[in-house]
């Protein structure tokens, strides 16, 4: 025998079981404890997930308007004079992509009205406003992309992106 049992006072298998018989259903407990705290972190663990990937979606949507505004401006660019002619200004918001024709204008903006379709969605739109810089031969164009931004935290049914360059 263990010294341990003989300062007890106990002897033999009845003091082991005696024991464990008293401490009976804790362990039991603390796990339903643990199990409960667990869940609760792993919900609040899916939720700050599902917010990241709104969140995340909204940046890749700004970052690709922004891609687009550049895009068109170095279309425009490229056929400068017709440009500054204000030959790429749209009415309005462009929201369908216009029938292609042979001009380069048609086809320019017929691509890139498809481009911002295809990858921030079919409400996605687009503008395009050149004005004369006083006492120059330059325009100051904007060109503006708007979406619709909803999903994302604190987002707008009509988010838009502004950007101006001079050509």
């Given at each position: ?52 990937l ?6 890749l ?77 330059s ?29």
């Amino acid at each position: 025998m263990s010294s341990s049992r003989r300062r007890a006072g106990r002897s033999g298998p009845r003091a082991v079981y005696k024991c464990r018989a008293d401490s009976s259903g804790v362990g039991l407990i603390e796990v339903l404890i643990a199990i409960l705290v667990m869940g609760i972190g792993l919900l609040g663990i899916a939720a700050m997930q599902a917010t990241a990937l709104r969140n995340s979606q909204s940046s890749l949507e700004r970052s690709q308007a922004v891609i687009h505004s550049y895009g068109i401006l170095d279309a425009m660019r490229a056929n400068l004079p017709v440009a500054r002619a204000g030959g790429y200004n749209t009415p309005g918001f462009v929201c369908v992509p216009p029938a292609t024709d042979t001009t380069l204008v048609a086809a320019d903006h017929a691509r890139w009205i498809k481009a911002i379709e295809d990858s921030m969605g079919e409400d996605a739109c687009g503008r395009i406003q050149c004005l004369p810089i006083v006492n120059s031969e330059s325009r100051s164009c904007t060109v503006t992309v708007r979406w619709n931004d909803a999903r994302a935290t604190e987002g707008s049914d009509e988010q838009q992106i502004q950007t101006v360059s001079r050509l």
